[in-house]
């Protein structure tokens, strides 16, 4: 199921090494998805070094409320980190998937870290989020 971008305009020339703002809520409170992908889609203004990678923190809020820290300015937790994406040495555009993650039944909000060695572009940046969930016969 296609959960639609959990970042979007926060990766705006997100600089290297760079953290962004907390994304929009994802809440898996009422459909209790167990499976999740995550796919980067964006480019480089400047080709990184391939292999360094995009790292992508899930905050969550355990209580339905107060979400884990980390924001632009304060590094997640590592506990925290759901995928990497590592990227190709091109300033086209990229596309990657991650492996499956899982998260709990409670509001998520998404920071991603520029792990490379040269700023996102100005636009065109997303994070998309996918789900699934075992069929119960």
Same mark, same amino acid.
């Given at each position: 199921?296609?959960?639609?971008?959990?970042?979007?305009?926060?990766?705006?020339?997100?600089?290297?090494?760079?953290?962004?703002a907390k994304g929009s809520? =994802?809440?898996?409170?009422?459909?209790?998805?167990?499976?999740?992908?995550?796919?980067?889609?964006?480019?480089?203004?400047?080709?990184?070094?391939?292999?360094?990678?995009?790292?992508?923190?899930?905050?969550r809020a355990m209580d339905?409320?107060?979400?884990?820290?980390?924001?632009?300015?304060?590094?997640?937790?590592?506990?925290?980190i759901v995928a990497t994406?590592?990227?190709?040495?091109?300033?086209?555009?990229?596309?990657?998937?991650?492996?499956?993650?899982?998260?709990?039944?409670?509001?998520?909000?998404?920071?991603?870290?520029?792990?490379?060695?040269?700023?996102?572009?100005?636009?065109?940046?997303?994070?998309?989020? =996918?789900?699934?969930?075992?069929?119960?016969?």
């Amino acid at each position: 199921v296609d959960e639609g971008d959990v970042l979007t305009t926060e990766m705006n020339s997100l600089a290297a090494a760079g953290l962004t703002a907390k994304g929009s809520a =994802y809440d898996n409170t009422a459909d209790l998805r167990q499976h999740f992908w995550a796919e980067f889609s964006g480019s480089f203004g400047s080709s990184p070094v391939a292999g360094q990678a995009l790292v992508l923190y899930a905050l969550r809020a355990m209580d339905g409320t107060n979400y884990e820290d980390g924001d632009a300015s304060t590094t997640p937790p590592a506990t925290a980190i759901v995928a990497t994406f590592p990227v190709r040495a091109s300033t086209s555009a990229q596309r990657i998937a991650s492996t499956r993650f899982e998260l709990p039944p409670c509001p998520v909000k998404f920071v991603l870290y520029n792990g490379t060695s040269q700023a996102l572009s100005a636009s065109g940046n997303t994070v998309g989020l =996918y789900s699934a969930t075992d069929e119960v016969q």
